[in-house]
DNA sequence: CTTAAGCATTAGATTCGTCTAATCCCACTC
DNA sequence: GAGTGGGATTAGACGAATCTAATGCTTAAG
């Protein structure tokens, strides 16, 4: 049996496996965890103990199979619960996160099902993130082009935002940025932030790389942008 | 805060208080929760000093008003997950307890409210126990008379089944002995059994005297029986 | 009034997840 | 190739919740 902790662990690891090819390091799990690094060290030697990840001293982990499996099934009771909430309960988009974060841990495999049933087997949560199959086969979470590397005049449909941070999503959820939102690009500024006008013209939103790292989109129909070719 | 073990100790206390006017003894509270005897006594010791319950060593503990507040809470959440797992999500009057006696210490208070309001403010659960209100007053939960008070001849109604034997929950479900059912009282046996037969002439079914002990009834209009004149 | 049976409690140990303080590696600079 | 800065790990401790074994109350029966 495995503790919540360790699932909390396993599910970050996931996250920052995504971001980059690299072993992940433990520091960069302690922050996201809000623990100190010895509590991270310390786990990270029983999860490899227990074979859920590979651990190369002073270097970093990275999930086995095993790991990347029980990542799945935490994450999927995560997208399923966003996703249930919201739709089913009223939440608001960008307030969902941290009840999904405590019940993911919680649920049983039947309310997994009938959630699941309910909402007819969803493919994307509410931030627009893929929902791992009931046979939690891997996902490829950095599919797709950010808004990072889109050039001035493109013009694009968001498809996710990735973002954790709730102030963050709520603003961005405010200024009308949410799946599905057309817009196009005004400016690349080389001081790392990039302007985007809503298609709708609900007017222009400034955003910095970090968070436009976090924002996929698509080319609109007609595009001459050349995100989609980098895709 | 609260960690979910003391919740779930609170609730074991709260459920063992409406038994009897007795304190409630450290034996029962460990064969509820299924751990050995010196674990309850030193959780007690814990509670007694957070002043959640009085303690008398040796006798016993019972909730203060603060216990109790935070026992209350609990149990509304437990119940009003029951009743949304039933009404909502499908679930079988008889197999939600172990989802909701895991969930009920992770809900959010948001979440609770939400729950409730697309419910309409339950005031009984699918088991016919009472839910606490929203200002966690305290509820009388002995209320009413069961079938171990009924004499043969007596007509009545089903009000609550208070067991929580999933195994008993499923067979009494099955023989139609469900929040709302009629029945009439065929023998009191004196070896501790009741037979009742359904007023929907689906039969007859006979119940010891510990589960007969759970179900609460109302006399049905018309009844010459004397279990209301009990009560 | 004594005593044995039956609970309850104390003693002492274990596991888990966490911390602080001390030490250790590694990579980069000079 | 020596030194140093910074992240990682080891050392040691702690609180929560649990266990087993030993001891201590309480009470009801003689």
Redesign the interface.
Known sequence: MLSAKMEDYLKAIYELQRESDEPVATSRIADLLDVTAPTATSMMESLAERGLVEREKYKGVRLTPEGETVALEVVRHHRLLETY?TE????DWAEVH??AD??E????E??ER??AE?LDDPAVDPHGDPIPTDALDPVDETAGTTLVEATEGDRLVVQRVSDRDPEELAYLDEAGIVPGTELVVEEVAPIGVVSVALADGEGTVSIPDAVARTIFVDATDGSTGSATEAA
Chains 1, 2 share one sequence.
């Open positions: 909430l089913e309960l009223g939440y941290d009840e405590r019940l841990h919680h649920i049983s039947e309310f009938r959630v309910m």
